[in-house]
């Protein structure tokens, strides 16, 4: 099934260190979503973008919806442990529409 | 309990059972999806539901899956005549409107290992 293209797919990097991962996708979404999934839960949401060129922050995380409704970024600044876990990137079309999934970022946090 | 909620949480099937999986939504929400994510991947999609009607069932992927959501809320999912490639997590997920906004809500997932 299609899946959006999310890089990098793995981070081994040192506490108190900025993160980036970005995704693409050759359609257009009307909505980016980021998600976070640790080991044996199910994904949690992070962020939400409803327009083209939103900027959000949720604390230490800032995301964005890329202006050609085709691709989106996730920063994480000054890392910690807890932050270990595999990022996911998703898109929506419409509302009632299924999540499509990048193939996600396992991030690996040294302490 | 407040989340989305799936049991069995741990499945393991010999090559050829029937399984069925079981989804608790968030209570009152009336969209509800299936997802099913392969080892090292991303979740994919199976299945949408609108209280009881199946709106969306283009990702299921073969006649031997099955999903229903009788009267609006749990929904259980259905595997025939299992196989090994079926092995997988399957997520189940609700929200509670159909505005751009709505928030899809996960649960913890079912893991199937097909043997």
């Known amino acids: 099934g299609q899946q959006l293209n999310q890089s990098p797919q793995s981070m081994f990097i040192q506490e108190g260190e900025d993160v980036s991962m970005n995704c693409t996708s050759s359609s257009i979404f009307n909505t980016w979503l980021w998600y976070k999934q640790d080991p044996g839960e199910g994904p949690v949401l992070l962020i939400a973008?409803?327009?083209?060129?939103e900027l959000t922050s949720n604390g230490r995380l800032t995301a964005q919806f890329g202006i050609t409704r085709k691709d989106s970024f996730l920063n994480i600044s000054a890392s910690i442990p807890s932050d270990v876990g595999i990022y996911f990137c998703?898109?929506?079309?419409?509302?009632?529409?299924?999540?499509?999934f990048g193939g996600g970022t396992r991030l690996m946090v040294k302490p | 309990g407040a989340g989305v909620s799936q049991s069995p949480r741990y499945k393991v099937a010999k090559r050829g059972q029937d399984v069925a999986l079981r989804c608790d939504p968030i209570s009152g929400h009336v969209s509800l999806f299936w997802y099913q994510q392969a080892l090292g991947q991303g979740p994919e999609f199976l299945t949408y539901?609108?209280?009881?009607?199946?709106?969306?069932k283009s990702g299921l992927p073969s006649d031997r899956f099955f999903a229903e959501r009788p009267e609006g809320s749990v929904s259980t999912l259905k595997i025939q005549r299992t196989q090994q490639e079926d092995s997988a997590v399957y997520l189940c997920a609700s929200s509670s409107s159909g505005t751009l906004q709505e928030t899809q809500y996960f649960g913890p997932g079912t893991r199937l290992l097909v043997l």
């Open positions: 539901f609108q209280n009881e009607a199946q709106l969306d």
């Open positions: 973008l409803y327009k083209a060129g």
């Open positions: 998703a898109g929506r079309y419409n509302a009632g529409n299924m999540l499509t």
